[in-house]
């Protein structure tokens, strides 16, 4: 709410949140599994259980984790465009904001607002398209003092990488589909990386909103 007014948590909550940090809309909190994402295409853009085939969609439990290894949320203002190609990996954006996966050690609610500082970022692909995974922190987490970039969190959160990509290659294997691949071999590319593709589709965002059009049906 905005003066008593309902928001978007896509379009009216700002990406910048001041000091180098970002705003994360919290979608997933951490060891669940249902699939919550922003409805780009509602009115106000609610944060709504994603369905197939008319049944709400649920992430199985990848061995040894349970559910979503992380808070799970988006970047406002952002938009992985599906009409241009990533020169990155030579694929389509996904249509939706960026994900941000949260590492900090608290559970966060489904719609809350933190400001994170970014890590890095994976390059996942999803069938045909990018699906960028920005690596970040709570900037009021203990340990944000000591996480700058990627390496700190091999440092401070041993293994965490490594299960980030085991958990996103496989995680749509029990239900039938292939495992997931991805550019740069899985490997994650620093902060400065980060943030220049977090640039690229904040600017996708902003071409979106002025081009209402081109909007492909969805709620701007």
């Not at 249902?34 to 106000?44: G, N, R, V, Y």
């Not at 609610?109 to 699906?131: K, N, P, Y």
């Not at 220049?196 to 909103?209: D, E, N, S, T």
Request: with cysteine; glycine share 10%.
């Amino acid at each position: 709410m905005r003066g008593g007014a309902p928001i978007s948590p896509w379009h009216d909550v700002p990406l910048a949140a001041g000091d180098g940090t970002y705003h994360m809309v919290c979608e997933i909190p951490r060891w669940t599994n249902a699939k919550l994402e922003i409805d780009t295409a509602a009115p106000l853009n609610p944060i709504r259980h994603d369905s197939k085939n008319g049944r709400p969609r649920h992430v199985a439990n990848v061995f040894p984790h349970k559910g979503y290894m992380w808070n799970y949320g988006a970047l406002p203002q952002t938009f992985e465009d599906p009409r241009a190609v990533d020169p990155a990996t030579g694929l389509v954006g996904d249509g939706d904001p960026i994900d941000v996966l949260e590492v900090g050690r608290a559970v966060c609610a489904e719609g809350s607002v933190h400001r994170v500082r970014v890590l890095g970022v994976l390059a996942l692909i999803d069938g045909a398209e990018t699906d960028w995974k920005v690596l970040a922190i709570r900037a009021d987490d203990p340990l944000a003092p000591a996480m700058r970039d990627v390496a700190d969190l091999d440092r401070h959160m041993p293994g965490l990488l490594r299960a980030t990509v085991d958990w996103l290659t496989n995680y749509k294997v029990p239900d039938g589909k292939p495992p997931n691949r991805w550019a740069f071999g899985a490997a994650p590319q620093n902060a400065e990386y980060a943030r220049g593709v977090i640039a690229a589709a904040h600017k996708a965002w902003r071409a979106l909103v002025h081009a209402p059009a081109a909007d492909g049906g969805l709620a701007l």
